[in-house]
């Protein structure tokens, strides 16, 4: 009995540690935005909020259209955290927050027209919203 509940520790302990999923970032956005790149990081690269609260790695990807755009996933520990990343980030002009159950979100645009940032936004949500 006791080989078991250490067999079950340590499968628990892997699971917890082991890396995230990337999201899987759609290559066009809104009829708009082309996908150009996406870049994986470490939980320990991320913006200081974020690793106190908790993430375990992230992702940047950045996109072209009418301007350009680039959207942060942070791969949260739970919802909860996302909650408080929401309610602890501080705004930015030209940026925008929202998070799913396993994802808080950064979205950041450059020369961007409003009304084509804020259709990539919305789309972006849905889609990833519908994953988790």
Do not use: N
């Not at 009995?1 to 540690?17: E, I, K, P, Q, S």
């Amino acid at each position: 009995m006791g080989r078991c509940c250490v067999l079950a520790v340590v499968l628990f302990l892997a699971a917890c540690t082991s890396s995230p999923a990337a999201p899987a970032f759609p290559p066009v956005v809104a009829g708009v935005w082309k996908l150009k790149g996406v870049q994986r990081f470490d939980a320990g690269q991320a913006p200081e909020m974020v690793r106190r609260i908790g993430t375990r790695g992230w992702w940047s990807a950045t996109y072209e259209g009418a301007g350009s755009v680039t959207v942060e996933m942070y791969a949260l520990p739970g919802a909860a955290a996302g909650l408080e990343m929401v309610q602890q980030w501080r705004p930015l002009a030209d940026s925008g927050v929202w998070y799913t159950p396993h994802y808080f979100v950064v979205v950041r645009w450059k020369s961007a027209e409003r009304a084509a940032v804020g259709a990539m936004i919305r789309e972006l949500e849905k889609q990833f919203a519908e994953r988790d």
